[in-house]
DNA sequence: CCCATTTTGTGCGATATATGAACTAAAGTC
DNA sequence: GACTTTAGTTCATATATCGCACAAAATGGG
């Protein structure tokens, strides 16, 4: 691409927008400053302009996002034709596991939920279509990381901060490759409480009539309920015909 | 604002983004500049910033958004604290009423979901946060319409297609204030069946503690179900609970 | 209350971007 | 197979934006 095809202030200002990222529902011009590391002048003028056109507040002081910036992310959603695909599918798997059952695809080093049929919340993690979690301690992030080639799975685990969320989850590089080829030989993942103390979750990936890996389907119950050892047994009959289900009907 | 304060190139990036609307997966630059109604050389370079940063995937003819876009979404979601704070309730309140409950905030003409606690799925539509619906024939729609001046109310109607989606749609301006005048006197809105056959649905205004309405709070039903008559009777105890509960809570 | 610090607003030269016409390529039509 | 339509790209030039430097205003200790 040339350089002059490329419209910067509109790429300022889509890093202003994100700068609005968890627990930063207010700005101040200086403070979006900051976190874009962008011109003080430029990060004002972005901001007056997403303020102009409706998508942000302005009291003077702080700057909020409006709801009319969701029909940015809303874009996909609906336009993608796979979210609406598989919410069908999701409903029935939720209701016949009586679990949580979810669709996502990778974004970078992390799992964008694109779709979700929720039963009783138990956690404190409130998901839904467009929430994120990093893809090495999700069961759908390492079916979707081992459905890549190693070298890039690494590259994606070496770009990662791999925290120890609990005393259960797994942060070495290596060990996460290891178990990213059990995956991909086994052909699902089960994740016991990496997460969140608590939390497990089977996921398998959802592939295309071409066999191309395009997406994860998963299953998450609280530990009290299902001990993790039990997840494949109890519930990856049922992934693997949705799984099936929905194989000749994506892309 | 000064002239020189608004960042067009931003502008026009954004209107490019909202271009991928309902159904328009795929679009060619030339049929982008259509929607947008700007220069084909002007969209060709917003597309392709959108591509260079990740944003959207070019094949060389087609541009397609990728997940990546629902972060300046989420931004909103995760920023707000609204969502997370009305979550719990409506789940709870789901689960008393056994069926799916809602809230959403007006943005101009339409009504935004920002949380949703949902039942099994019955009807065609698929909600989930960020979805829109016509602010005119949902009950949240005219709860939110109704706590605004007269004047506004009217003014949001005027810039509204108002379609009959069924043969029940109210359409007309004039019964439509008359019937959000009823609406703001009994505290709470029934639709039934005007969005979509065989669906009903019964909402409240969510104010916080200075009396100010911030959001709306709705229970749908299947018609074959609950008669619209009997919406108030079942569901609006559980509402005025739910709205009481988080009166002190919300801003 | 005042000084130090931080934050915000503005003018301007250097630089980046938009425009529209012209051109090339591809698809559709007869 | 030539003609018509539609789509994509390029380029020169007029215009808009950037970011620096400065001024003004707000904030926060002492």
Redesign the interface.
């Given at each position: 691409?040339r350089e002059?095809?490329?419209?910067s202030?509109?790429?300022?200002?889509?890093k202003v927008?994100?700068a609005?990222?968890?627990?930063?529902?207010r700005l101040t011009i200086a403070e979006a400053a900051k976190i874009t590391e962008l011109d003080r002048a430029t990060v004002?003028?972005?901001l007056?302009?997403?303020s102009?056109?409706?998508?942000a507040d302005y009291d003077g002081k702080f700057f909020?996002?409006?709801?009319?910036?969701?029909?940015?992310?809303?874009?996909?959603?609906?336009?993608?034709?796979l979210p609406?695909l598989v919410?069908?599918y999701l409903?029935q798997l939720s209701?016949k596991a009586g679990q949580s059952a979810s669709a996502s695809?990778l974004?970078?080093t992390e799992v964008?939920y694109?779709?979700?049929?929720?039963q009783?919340?138990v956690m404190s993690i409130?998901l839904?279509?467009?929430?994120?979690l990093p893809a090495y301690c999700a069961s759908m992030g390492r079916v979707l990381l081992a459905a890549l080639p190693e070298t890039e799975a690494r590259e994606i685990l070496k770009r990662t901060e791999l925290r120890a969320n609990t005393p259960r989850t797994k942060t070495d590089p290596e060990d996460l490759i290891e178990e990213l080829r059990r995956v991909r030989a086994q052909g699902y993942a089960v994740i016991d409480q990496e997460l969140e103390l608590g939390l497990c979750s089977i996921a398998v990936p959802l592939m295309n009539a071409r066999g191309q890996v395009v997406a994860a389907l998963n299953i998450g119950a609280p530990a009290a309920h299902v001990a993790a050892s039990e997840l494949a047994e109890r519930y990856l009959p049922l992934l693997k015909e949705t799984q099936g289900a929905l194989r000749p009907l994506v892309q």
């Open positions: 691409m002059t095809d490329f419209v202030g509109f790429a300022r200002g889509l927008i994100e609005f990222g968890e627990a930063r529902p004002r003028r972005s007056l302009t997403l102009e056109l409706g998508y909020t996002l409006t709801p009319k910036i969701m029909r940015l992310g809303h874009a996909y959603l609906s336009a993608t034709p609406a919410q069908p409903d209701e695809v974004d970078g964008v694109v779709a979700r049929a929720s009783r919340r409130n839904m279509p467009g929430s994120r």
